[in-house]
Nanobody, 125 residues
Framework: QVEVIESGGGLVEAGGSMTLSCTASGRTSSDYGMGWFRQVPGKEREFVAAINWSGVSTHYADSVKGRFTISRDGAKNTVSLRMDSLKFEDTAVYYC??????????????????WGRGTQVTVSS
């Protein structure tokens, strides 16, 4: 079993920046694929960004490309999502997802085994 905990959400003005963090615990190795998804009420959860186990490969949704940066600290099994130039439409609950034993970059929900409870990000216009 892997526990996934997000932190760092809150309120920010449009154009501002925010960093989300996610820690995965319960597994001794660092071969996790990790990703971020987000969801607004009434809509399906959507992919935001993902990173492979080594941190070398990343993938972003078109809507955040050039504004968001995903990175990881393999020794600590943590992943961060740096969000710059935030827009009102970035407002959502952001979820961290983990896939133990995976070496690829994954952008589909079904590819992840463990999820955090989510952290709210609100961008004021």
């Amino acid at each position: 079993q892997v526990e996934v905990i997000e932190s760092g959400g809150g309120l920010v003005e449009a154009g501002g920046s925010m960093t989300l963090s996610c820690t995965a615990s319960g597994r001794t190795s660092s071969d996790y694929g990790m990703g971020w998804f987000r969801q607004v009420p009434g809509k399906e959860r959507e992919f935001v960004a993902a990173i492979n186990w080594s941190g070398v490969s990343t993938h972003y949704a078109d809507s955040v490309k050039g504004r968001f940066t995903i990175s990881r600290d393999g020794a600590k099994n943590t992943v961060s999502l740096r969000m710059d130039s935030l827009k009102f439409e970035d407002t959502a609950v952001y979820y961290c997802a983990v896939s133990p034993g995976s070496y690829a970059v994954m952008n589909e929900e079904y590819e992840y085994d463990f999820w955090g409870r989510g952290t709210q990000v609100t961008v004021s216009s």
